[in-house]
């Protein structure tokens, strides 16, 4: 057995090297879509499977989170008023 490769019954032109590469590219180009595609299935299938919990995250201006900390402790301070009246006024 000989290591030597056979010998092309062809000679080599450059149209038949262009051929050579075009296909090698073209299945190349084949098979890194294809992979692609399977990746994203798999990653889509994953994330199907086990979602990630979202956490939104609210953010408000300082005058906006001024004017509503002010309110709520107007209203905090309003209902602690009310509850001292409603219990000096019981009902016998």
Known sequence: ???EEPDKSEPETPSSRVYDLFRVLL???LI???LAGI????LKLW???YPEDVVKVWQVS???YQRISTAL???NSKLMRLKDLV???RKR
Do not use: K, P, Y
């Open 39 to 42: 990746s994203t299935s798999a």
């Open 32 to 34: 890194s879509l294809l």
């Open 27 to 29: 299945s190349s180009v």
């Open 87 to 89: 219990a000096n006024n």
């Open 73 to 75: 402790n107007n209203s």
């Open 62 to 64: 300082e005058g906006d």
């Open 47 to 49: 994330n199907r499977l």
């Open 1 to 3: 057995m000989s290591t």
